[in-house]
């Protein structure tokens, strides 16, 4: 095995090629021509593979790009801008809380990424035009978005939701997503990019979680947004898909707020759990990461205007 590099060096100063020495007179022992052959024949494979690597695109490299995800600071969100940190990307990382954001950085940072912190609700216009420019100037572009932050908000009979309440459901999570689209399509546009959307079992598959009427109606919304969006962006080589979860373990819970959601409820019992495919167990954010770096991937270059349940078969059995 050390004429191997013997060879590759006599090969690239041009001396004799790995052939040249098969032939030579000197190449008298049968062993050290086996040797050279399987050298030869092992470069030829290399190169082959080589050659075959170069010219496959590696589609979920986002080196270059520059990504925003909202709600970054936590579940779904903190678990997509790792993977997209993991992948090259640059990733502006927005959150309504500053020190979510400004943690998630750090992770991202100390595992040899680049992340940039920004604050903002995503449901004030005037804050989601300013952050996003902010982000677009950070790098001088924006190729990716995930437009993932939310709230459960009230679940409650249709005569306790309060006006207020039912506004602050869909202000948050439809139109938060229209004024990130809005605000990031002009950036987007540039140079073509792609947009996930993170809406929900309910309201697209799910209408038996009685209660969670704004949440359904803002999740459906958001889904209907995705199809209208996708035939306009399209000729600017801009994809936008959504992404509609099942259960999984974040901590959204922490802004839902049940009332007298039981007297409305019919009685369903599930006595395996009612996620088939895990026997109950929810899902992880990092799965779903999974699944929203496809959809940003050129893997998916040909999809747009499309929902993807990702639920463990739940919606089907819930309905």
């Not at 290399?46 to 909202?70: G, W, Y």
């Not at 602050?168 to 399509?185: D, E, H, M, S």
Request: aromatic share 6%; hydrophobic share 45%; proline share 4%.
């Amino acid at each position: 095995m050390h004429l191997s590099p013997l060879i590759r060096w006599l090969a690239i100063e041009k001396i004799a090629s790995p052939q040249s020495i098969i032939n030579s007179r000197t190449a008298e022992n049968s062993a050290f021509v086996y040797v050279v052959r399987f050298f030869i024949s092992s470069v030829a494979v290399e190169n082959i593979l080589r050659q075959t690597l170069e010219s496959t695109p590696n589609c979920m490299n986002f080196h270059d790009k520059v990504a925003l995800v909202t709600g970054a600071g936590s579940g779904i969100g903190e678990a997509a801008a790792l993977a997209l940190a993991a992948g090259g990307a640059n990733v502006a990382a927005l959150d309504l809380l500053p020190e979510r954001a400004a943690a998630i950085v750090t992770q991202i940072e100390n595992a040899g990424g680049t992340a940039f912190a920004l604050s903002a609700n995503v449901a004030d216009a005037t804050q989601m035009a300013a952050a996003i420019q902010q982000a677009a100037e950070q790098w001088g572009r924006l190729d990716l978005v995930v437009a993932n932050a939310g709230i459960n908000g009230v679940w409650a009979p249709i005569e306790e939701i309060t006006p207020e309440e039912w506004d602050t459901t869909l202000n948050v999570n439809l139109k938060g997503t229209f004024l990130t689209v809005k605000y990031a399509a002009p950036y987007l546009k540039k140079a073509g990019g792609a947009i996930v959307v993170i809406a929900s079992v309910n309201g697209t598959r799910v209408f038996s979680n009685t209660g969670a009427t704004a949440y359904s109606c803002a999740k459906a919304g958001q889904v209907a947004f995705t199809k209208m969006m996708a035939p306009e962006l399209a000729p600017h080589r801009v994809r936008i898909n959504a992404i509609c979860p099942g259960s999984v373990v974040t901590n959204i819970r922490e802004n839902t707020h049940l009332r007298n959601v039981q007297s409305i409820r019919h009685p369903v019992t599930f006595p395996n759990g009612n996620i088939p495919l895990t026997g109950g167990e929810r899902g992880t954010p990092e799965q779903v990461a999974q699944l929203i770096t496809f959809l940003l991937s050129e893997h998916a270059s040909h999809i747009t205007g499309t929902e993807m349940w990702i639920d463990g078969a739940q919606s089907l059995v819930m309905g």
